[in-house]
């Protein structure tokens, strides 16, 4: 739709031989001296203004911006594009095909529900580690992926054809963030109008994984919402939001030898977590900017999540257009790049003051080599401590103490011995670091040095590599090191997220036995971003980042209890010397130089030639075709969901709560993997029983992730998280809860207990504590929640995207007073809660407060007031509407 352009901002902009019409920033008093991210959300509204939802008033607030305010001015942000991966994406996808049906009930034409957005969505969340540390792992596993999700992919190759706007990147292409900077995004978009011109604006988007802020690297504003934001944005419905607080985050010097991209990030995510940047922009800034290759921008954008900010931005420069022309962009399309960014004071000039909301610093030259871990990525450990820090931390993972080494026979024979802090799993994977050169060519010559000396991986760790896109092969092959990250098990195992996101496969049967029948604390360390508890293996207790050399490094180690500095790793039998890491860490210069030898434009112009055909695999899918989907009501992949049943085409009427039943009582720092199901599943819990009943064998199951496209898994997998600890079961680890709908309130899994509230008609809750929601921007954690029958979450503090998609779902999320908590009101989770105010929303009123009263079994009561926390009216509207692909439903069949 076409702005009403009341400031007369539109104009012409011509590069080359062609001309473009855009919308000048300067046409409006103010927007040009915003920061970088303002900037750009500016002109959004510029080209969007509707004088409905996007008004002159909106824009004269952004115009007027004062930075040391509170957010209180929403605004509505319509992203340029939509990215998914299949985990996420899938759902999405089933809940497009369900609308379908939705609005024909509706009496409106089905094929409305169409992104209006382009969509693209790549497949690489799927990809397992079943085989490692062979040369046949890729192909083994990339047939078992297909095998697995055979369902999966033709449902989603149907939605390729039925809706438009929507494509697909096969799996065993990349990672999605990695493809996202190498092909898919624009820096600048355009789009043709109805009448023939051309509009050049911005690329921005929104995607289905909280990383998609990997992106803002490359200068694009963009942010990890959940899938029902996500398929609010594809149906053409704007991102309602604050306008935020924007973090100045300046950069000097230079990384010191010895140092990493990933001891960059994770020294910036404690800096910032510290700080606390959530709900806020963090933009970079300063003379250290252009010294920062864009494959490290990338890295550090990627991380903005586990720093808790919704964008971590850089600004364009000469170095994005170098990466452009590497990645195999176009020549016109560069060039566009420049001439809109200059023209619209987008383009990096250090010289210019720009006025932030808070300033931070970082001297790129004080970054030490760095882990994170055991649990969470902003606890970040100097490797020089790394064994100190592990020792204190092993007592809250052992707590019997010490340990005789356990006796160990591998499959081949191999005698060997494992014990507390053994490494069971090193792998090289994910997007924050397999997308980054520098890094990945440092691990490929460590690896070499380290064969050269004669070292190898000790026999109980389970190595493996899984690169971000083919480009990786592609150079390890050209530099002649993926003989050497062989011999040390570090075979090609797939192209995906693989370990980050759980999905690390079995370990050996002999360790996992030793681990298990020992009670073994072991640890994992992965090149990744996310190590929370539970994640990576259900027989892994202790996880850590760390940049792939030091992933090779651990593997060779063996275990984290290891001073790398004093312990050698090994004696070369050539010589008999000890061989330390110092030893065979790469220069600078030896990695800058394979760098500029071993990759060129000519490698991702060849791997993206073709990136939406696939391989003979995808090729000869059986692709079902109309305009809806035909469930199948056997499928145990893909379910028509009941988000929409019995709804009329206008919103009931909220209601107050009560009589409500806690479900879970939890702590701080829950994270959406604590909530939602990710990784695999035993036979024994909910969802094996279930899959059990429907004829689905144990090696069959497959993990949580791939059968997202299936609630019936899904709720049984909420609240199901092996680490996760309800403080109404002490001493209990596990998807447990107490049972006040039957006698004696006996302990039984959530899903049991769900089912018996919802079968007696008692609304549910949840109490929380601080950064509840943090993580992943998982929507089954939301959708989980609300479909146990949960009607809010009472937190002390809510992680941006998990609050938001609580709204989504029609769950309230709900503050303690100031000060207050779970602990400090008295409440055990044996109380009866009533939620008083919730009605007011009904007459178009959004309360800051709702009165609580928890009703002991004595009859004396715990009362107070807590914060709503529906924070802009739209956001209201959702809630009242039951959700908001209820609203985007409602309103699309009424416009039919």
């Not at 397992?128 to 369902?151: H, K, L, M, S, W």
């Not at 398929?231 to 990493?260: D, N, Y």
């Not at 404690?270 to 606390?276: E, Y």
């Not at 924070?871 to 009424?894: C, F, M, S, W």
């Amino acid at each position: 739709m076409a702005s009403i352009d009341s400031f007369a901002a539109r104009a012409e902009l011509s590069v080359g031989e062609q001309n473009y019409s855009y919308y000048r920033l300067d046409a409006v008093e103010g927007l040009k001296k915003l920061p970088y991210s303002l900037k750009i959300l500016a002109e959004n509204l510029l080209r969007t203004e509707d004088g409905q939802n996007i008004t002159t008033d909106h824009i004269t607030a952004l115009a007027n911006w004062d930075p040391e305010a509170e957010p209180d001015t929403e605004i509505q942000f319509t992203p340029a594009r939509v990215i998914m991966q299949d985990f996420t994406g899938v759902p999405c996808i089933v809940d497009l095909a369900t609308m379908r049906e939705a609005v024909a009930d509706l009496g409106g034409d089905p094929t409305l529900i169409n992104p209006l957005a382009p969509a693209e969505m790549v497949i690489d969340h799927s990809v397992q580690i079943d085989v490692a540390g062979t040369p046949f792992a890729f192909e083994a596993n990339v047939e078992r992926e297909y095998e697995r999700n055979r369902e999966r992919y033709q449902f989603l190759r149907w939605g390729q054809g039925a809706f438009d706007n929507f494509k697909v990147v096969p799996p065993s292409t990349g990672i999605v963030h990695q493809v996202n900077i190498e092909h898919l995004a624009r820096t600048v978009f355009t789009r043709v109008e109805d009448d023939g011109t051309i509009t050049a604006y911005p690329d921005t988007c929104v995607g289905t994984d909280s990383h998609t802020t990997m992106v803002n690297g490359l200068g694009v504003l963009g942010w990890g919402v959940g899938g029902i934001e996500a398929e609010a944005a594809m149906l053409g419905q704007p991102v309602s939001m604050l306008i935020p607080r924007v973090v100045g985050f300046k950069l000097t010097g230079q990384i010191p030898a010895g140092a990493t991209a990933t001891d960059v990030v994770l020294t910036i995510t404690q800096k910032l977590r510290a700080h606390g940047v959530v709900g806020k922009f963090v933009e970079f800034y300063g003379s250290g900017v252009s010294a920062v290759p864009l494959a490290n921008r990338a890295t550090i954008g990627n991380m903005s999540p586990e720093f808790g900010s919704t964008a971590a931005i850089f600004p364009i420069d000469e170095v994005t257009l170098d990466y452009l022309r590497l990645t195999g962009r176009s020549e016109e399309s560069i060039a566009l790049v420049e001439a809109y960014a200059k023209a619209q004071g987008l383009w990096h000039d250090p010289s210019h003051e720009v006025r932030y909301s808070e300033y931070l610093e970082l001297d790129l030259a004080s970054v030490v080599p760095s882990i994170a871990g055991p649990k969470r990525p902003q606890d970040r450990i100097t490797l020089s401590e790394s064994k100190d820090s592990f020792r204190k931390t092993i007592a809250d993972y052992a707590p019997e103490g010490e340990r005789e080494d356990v006796a160990l026979t591998l499959a081949d024979g191999t005698q060997t011995r494992l014990n507390h802090g053994d490494v069971a799993i090193a792998s090289i994977t994910s997007c924050t670091n397999t997308s980054n050169p520098s890094v990945m060519m440092a691990a490929g010559l460590l690896a070499r040095k380290a064969v050269a000396r004669g070292l190898k991986s000790k026999p109980w760790v389970k190595t493996s590599l899984a690169p971000g896109s083919k480009v990786v092969t592609d150079y390890f092959e050209k530099a002649g090191l993926w003989g050497a990250l062989n011999a040390l098990g570090f075979n090609l195992v797939g192209y995906g997220c693989a370990t980050c996101i759980g999905n690390s496969g079995p370990l050996s049967a002999q360790v996992s036995a030793a681990v298990n029948e020992n009670d073994l604390a072991v640890v994992s360390v992965l090149s990744g971003n996310r190590n929370f508890e539970g994640r990576i293996n259900p027989d892994v207790k202790m996880n850590y980042l760390a940049s792939p050399p030091l992933v090779i490094a651990y593997a060779l180690a063996g275990t984290m209890d290891f001073d790398f500095d004093s312990e050698p790793l090994g004696t070369d039998p050539a010589t008999g010397e000890q061989v330390f890491l110092k030893d065979i860490w790469p220069s600078p210069e030896e990695v800058q130089s394979s760098i500029d030898s071993s990759i060129d434009r000519e490698m991702f112009e060849k791997d993206y030639a073709d990136v939406f055909a696939g391989d003979e695999r995808w090729q000869g899918l059986h692709t079902p075709e109309g305009d809806t989907f035909s469930w199948d009501s056997t499928s145990t992949y893909v379910r028509k969901p009941p988000y929409f049943e019995g709804m009329g085409l206008e919103p009931e009427a909220v209601e107050d709560i009560h009589g409500a039943r806690v479900l879970l009582k939890l702590g701080d720092s829950v994270t959406t993997d604590h909530i939602s199901p990710a990784g695999a599943f035993k036979p024994e819990t909910p969802a094996g029983q279930y899959l059990l009943a429907n004829g689905v064998e144990r090696k069959d199951f497959n993990s949580y992730g791939s059968r997202r496209g299936n609630h019936e898994v899904m709720i049984r997998g909420t609240f199901a998280n092996i680490r996760i600890r309800n403080e109404m079961v002490p001493g209990v680890e596990g998807g447990f809860t107490k049972d006040f709908a039957r006698e004696g309130a006996p302990t039984t899994t959530v899903y049991e207990a769900a089912q018996d509230y919802l079968a007696a008609g008692t609304p549910l809750v949840v109490l929380g504590g601080k950064e509840y929601g943090s993580g992943s921007s998982r929507d089954w954690a939301a959708k989980g929640t609300s479909l146990l029958g949960v009607k809010a979450v009472i937190a002390e503090s809510f992680e941006r995207i998990h609050r938001s998609n609580l709204i989504g779902m029609g769950v309230l999320p709900l503050e303690f007073p100031e000060g207050q908590s779970r602990d400090t009101l008295g409440l055990t989770g044996e109380e009866l809660f009533d939620i008083e105010g919730v009605s007011v929303l009904n007459e178009g009123v959004t309360p800051k407060t709702l009165r609580v009263t928890a009703t002991r079994e004595d009859s004396s009561c715990v009362v107070f007031d807590a914060r709503l926390r529906i924070d802009t009216p739209g956001e209201a509207d959702y809630y009242r509407n039951g959700g908001i692909l209820q609203y985007v439903l409602r309103d699309l069949a009424k416009r039919s």
